[in-house]
């Protein structure tokens, strides 16, 4: 039996490990409320009327201290705030065809961020889509 530098064991169980970890970012919509703007990424149905009200696009950027604290909200839940706050501002009903693009750090990324504590991972959150408000339909208007 030769005798290995690297204890084999924990160097398979870490693996093990690292191997059924996945990294995801789960995000929930805001739910339709009078209120508050909605946010969609689908359109208006066919038949709906609406006024368009332009383009938008929410960026937030930041860093990721320790891999994982994010003391610039650059998490998409605060993207679509700010996106909401821009449609109130704008007088708009809803934001339609909206896209999220977001640069994901692996688990792997993240834990060499926290070890090394003194490099901070960039990160950045950019939310498009367009402003609409809804017309009301009329008595002889088709739904």
Do not use: H
């Amino acid at each position: 039996m030769v005798d290995s530098p690297v204890p084999m064991r924990p160097v398979a169980a870490s693996l093990l490990l690292l191997a059924g970890c996945t990294a995801s970012t789960f995000t929930r919509l805001p739910s339709p409320d009078p209120i508050r703007p909605f946010v969609t990424a689908e359109g208006i149905p066919a038949g709906s009327p609406y006024d368009s009200l332009g383009l938008v696009q929410v960026t937030r950027r930041g860093v990721l201290v320790f891999g994982f604290a994010d003391p610039a909200g650059t998490e998409v839940d605060a993207a679509l705030e700010e996106l909401e706050l821009e449609a109130r501002k704008a007088g708009a009903d809803g934001v339609v065809n909206a896209r999220v693009l977001k640069q994901p750090w692996t688990l792997a990324e993240r834990i060499t961020g926290a070890v090394l504590f003194f490099l901070p991972l960039p990160s950045e959150v950019t939310v498009t889509g367009e402003f609409v408000r809804l017309r009301k339909a009329t008595a002889g208007s088709v739904p």
